[in-house]
């Protein structure tokens, strides 16, 4: 594991089972909260993903997990669906979810703003356009990006 971060092992581990039973994965996070660390798999598919799915694919992670043993801590395994604000972190996701509703957080401020909302615009490998409410186009500069996630639409 040396030289690479626990949650990109594990993606590299998983991501061809989770794929085998024809789903996708979305994200894998590890992270300390409290006295405990939490390894989250985010799973999804066509017509997104239920408890069975969540379940079968958590008894897959857990043997494989078990039998590789990347992780010399003890950890807690959650497995769930990326839910209704999922990250957008592939190109493949700002094509599918361009014009839909995002909150796009930056590392440094963007029009005097650290987060910005509004419908996902085009995006480049250096930028990517948010259209504020308003219908003003702001673009953001890719390396200036912590997070973009979607938005919740009434």
């Known amino acids: 594991m040396q030289g690479k971060k626990t949650q990109d092992v594990v993606y590299e581990l998983v991501k061809p089972l989770i794929e085998d039973k024809g789903m996708e994965l979305v994200d894998v996070e590890f992270v300390k909260e409290g006295p405990n660390w939490y390894l989250r798999i985010y799973i999804d598919k066509e017509n997104g993903v239920d408890l069975d799915d969540c379940q079968e694919i958590s008894g897959i992670i857990s043997d494989l997990l078990d039998e590789a043993d990347p992780i010399p801590q003890s ?31 930056t590392f440094v401020p963007i029009e005097g703003k650290k987060v910005l909302q509004g419908k996902l615009g085009n995006v480049t490998s250096e930028v990517l356009a948010v259209i504020l409410p308003n219908g003003q186009e702001i673009q953001v500069p890719r390396d200036k990006i912590s997070q973009v996630r979607l938005a919740w639409e009434d």
């Open 75 to 105: 950890y807690f395994l959650e497995v769930s669906s990326p839910g209704i604000e999922r990250p957008l972190k592939k190109e493949k996701d700002f094509i599918k979810y361009k014009n839909h509703a995002v909150n796009v957080s």
